[in-house]
């Protein structure tokens, strides 16, 4: 009997609603409703066959299908979700989880402010702290110490967006090709952020299945393990300035500049892997600088190393590691908070079944996911594998 602490755990079913700038007729609740619909049955199952739930429109779902009772959790966080979900099964608590999650209609239900300036957020989006200057804060630094220069950043800009280019469910599919000249010649956003290094705004849902490992063997699709994961947070998001060096009392390279290096580390433990097992990085983008960042904070490469990394082919289409093959945030979707560090997982779940839309990588076997990022003081990080752990 294995002692890994999801070896009983399964991903058996995904879905992305439709992704656009704005979804007429719908909100998060009903955005919600058909990426769960479409998960379950993606796995081959029917909406009773759920007998746990996580996210906030859970008791919904639990609810409208007269499912109930059922194990449920609020947590509508991305990879902490899916890590919750999997915990639960692991434990006993249920057997079969659904995750569901959407953002529609944000403007118009709650049209006097952005969503991420209220309600706390507001006493400083005034002054200027704005989500991209919080990431541009971080990236300048980083370009201080190690010389890291714009044309790198920009280049995994062009990137990524030229993957959003020829995905066709992309909400930016057909927008380019980009190059590293296209980048630093769109407008300046926060310095050193030009507009295309920059996540777009849109709308969508998305949802994942988890049930266990013995009932996944009986579904359509090749089952997708959880090999490991974690979480690193060093404050709340979005209220506070952020400062490269700020922690650092347990190891002095533990700091909020290489957040998510900690939680790495225990994920690849878990796995009993390392960076260079892995196939694919679905890496959370919403900025440039991020997947430089991430890349030295994993280890696949050394620390003021990452802009030359990304420059040498390696996160390219067919490179040793290729990032974010979707486009990401910058091009394929930013459905709201929840959707936007669920995506990455999706991604990577299709990418370990082999029938991803576009930029599909030939035997991928693991592939690393995560959300969030410095400029928000947190990031997550998520193990998945094609063999049971």
Known sequence: MSHHPFHDVAIVGIHNTEQARVLEGHDDRTIS??????AVADAGLRPRDIDGVVGPFGNDFVYQTRLGP???????????????????IASGMCTTVLFATGGAGAYTQRASTAPWTRPTN????????FTAAEFALMARRHMHVHGTTAEQMAHVAAVIRNNGHVHPDAVYRGRGPFTVEDVLASRMVADPFHLLECAMTSEGGAAVVLTRADRAADLPHPPVYVLGGGTDYYGPAYQFPPAWDLGGHR???LVAGYVGRRAGEEAFACAGLGPGDVD????????SFEIIRQLEAFGFCGEGEGGDYVTSGAIEPGGRHPVTTDGGTMSFSHGGAAVQL??????GVEQLRGDCESMQVDGAEVALCTGGGSGALFTDVLLLGKERP
């Open 251 to 253: 190891r002095r390279d």
């Open 280 to 287: 694919v990085c679905e890496l959370y983008d919403p900025f």
């Open 122 to 129: 507001e006493f400083v989006g005034a002054y200027g702290m």
């Open 342 to 347: 669920l995506q990455r997982a999706l991604r």
């Open 33 to 38: 409703m058909q990426a769960a619909l479409g």
């Open 70 to 88: 059922a194990w449920r959790s609020l947590n509508a966080l991305g990879i902490p979700a899916l890590l919750e979900g999997a915990m639960a």
